[in-house]
């Protein structure tokens, strides 16, 4: 049934209708759209498309959704399985959305075994096979270089493809498991020991918190700020390009437009 859904899915891009304007002003928005080559920005719009018809986004918290929050949403989603398809974001269907940041409350047990209640304000955060959701005041602006957190929470996604978000994403054929293990198990140990230094990076120190945080803050700059990845770890950018099939820091930079100014922090 794959020519089905291949079918399917080319009549819902052919069908797709897109405010140009509002389109141009997304790819303004972000650098690393603003760097796409023109095939590239072709079929993130096919994917947007695609995405905004499989999966619902919803204003919470008094949120009133509009057209401009769903497709920077969608974009900035996509940008992740540009090369991937939208298959690696099969299992669940909902984007919730937040004014604000959003206080989460869970539960968790400790080492000693004691359970904690925490209420924390949550920028955003993924569940596996749930939803994911989304501060709109985080998502729209990427504040500081390098901080994406749709592409945050989205990697999340890929890496629970294969279960709990662990940092090890299902990998191609064509890449090593071991090469992963490796190469991510030695940046992460080296950036824990930066951390605790307390020496300043271009990498959120929000990355120490565990693997599955490192591969998401690293997913985050690939994209967003593909040079301090490339400098600072290259072993783990190179890995970063195969999974994403993608080669971000190869790409032009582009500066924006006056008539669509990037967001500023
Ligand atoms: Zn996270």
Known sequence: MRWFSEWRRARIIRRATFDEKLWRMTLERYSFFRSLADTERARLRDSVALFLHEKAIHGAGGLEMHD???VSIAAQACILTLNLGLDYYRG???VIVYPDEFVATYEFVDEDGVAH?????MAGESWPRGPVILSWADARDTGYAGYNVVIHE???KLDMLNGDANGFPPLHADM???AWSRVFAAAYEDFCVRVDRGEHS???SYAAESPAEFFAVTSESF???PHAVQSTYPDVYRQLALFYRQDP???PARMATADFPAATA
């Open 249 to 251: 820091a190869s790409r």
């Open 92 to 94: 669940w269907v909902e």
């Open 117 to 121: 209640r925490v209420h924390e304000p």
């Open 223 to 225: 994209f967003a700020l």
């Open 68 to 70: 401009e929050m769903r």
């Open 176 to 178: 090593s498991r071991d």
């Open 202 to 204: 271009l990498i959120d």
């Open 154 to 156: 989205f990697a999340h």
